[in-house]
Nanobody, 120 residues
Framework: VQLQASGGGLVQAGGSLRLSCAAS????????MAWCRQAPGKQREVVAD???????NYADSVKGRFTISRDDAKNTVYLQMNSLKLEDTAVYYC???????????????WGQGTQVTVSS
């Protein structure tokens, strides 16, 4: 199983970006999916997560600005980021809880990370 993240880049404060993360490989079902980020010198933090049923949670710092969504037909999770701030600058990682067979337990997989840089 592999997770491939894309969509990062350089954007001015107040701008928008959309991140995508596609899972591929031997996948039976994808349960929870999430986006996390890690800024230089800081610990990795969960930005947003979404269950298979579509329930979402957001970090307080991004509520009202970021939206997480998923397309199970494409095994893909998205993060729409609006009104970006300087403090949103970080490497963003996707994460997914995946079962590879009907009988296997969930295992957590990480994408490779995509850099988001917000400039003034």
């Amino acid at each position: 199983v592999q997770l491939q993240a894309s969509g990062g880049g350089l954007v001015q404060a107040g701008g928008s970006l959309r991140l995508s993360c596609a899972a591929s490989g031997s996948i039976f079902i994808i349960d929870d999916m999430a986006w996390c980020r890690q800024a230089p010198g800081k610990q990795r933090e969960v930005v947003a997560d979404i269950t298979r049923r579509g329930s979402t949670n957001y970090a307080d710092s991004v509520k009202g600005r970021f939206t997480i969504s998923r397309d199970d037909a494409k095994n893909t999770v998205y993060l729409q980021m609006n009104s970006l701030k300087l403090e949103d600058t970080a490497v963003y990682y996707c994460n997914a809880a995946i079962r590879t067979t009907r009988w296997s337990s969930r295992a957590y997989y990480w994408g490779q990370g995509t850099q988001v840089t917000v400039s003034s």
